[in-house]
Nanobody, 125 residues
């Protein structure tokens, strides 16, 4: 069974940066899409970014476009989320997720087969 483990979360001041990592282990890891989602306190989990595993094509939610960069290292079974110009509203638990099929739209959470446990990101003003 594939397991996803996120790391890199923490506390940062507004305007700062963090880099999240998500490593896959166990089973046969062969996703089509890897994504990052986030859930702020009292809110529903929402889509942040996704990347096609083979071509490395990125997709972003409008709320993070221009500030966040998703990338992957297929040799390491790892997906990254570089977060720059962080804002207090970026405070959330960040989850990585993977889907075997290439299902669109990419923000549809039910299409993702694997989920990590999440890592907390806190941005103070």
């Amino acid at each position: 069974q594939v397991q996803l483990v996120e790391s890199g979360g923490g506390s940062v001041q507004a305007g700062g940066s963090l880099r999240l990592s998500c490593v896959a282990s166990g089973g046969t890891f062969s996703p089509s899409i890897m994504g990052w989602f986030r859930q702020a306190p009292g809110k529903e989990r929402e889509f942040g970014a996704a990347i096609t595993w083979r071509g490395g094509n990125p997709y972003y939610a409008d709320s993070v476009k221009g500030r966040f960069t998703i990338s992957r290292d297929s040799a390491k079974n790892t997906v990254y989320l570089q977060m720059n110009s962080l804002k207090p509203e970026d405070t959330a638990v960040y989850y990585c997720a993977g889907q075997v099929r290439s299902s669109y739209p990419l923000y549809r959470q039910s299409d993702y087969d694997y989920w990590g446990q999440g890592t907390q990101v806190t941005v103070s003003s």
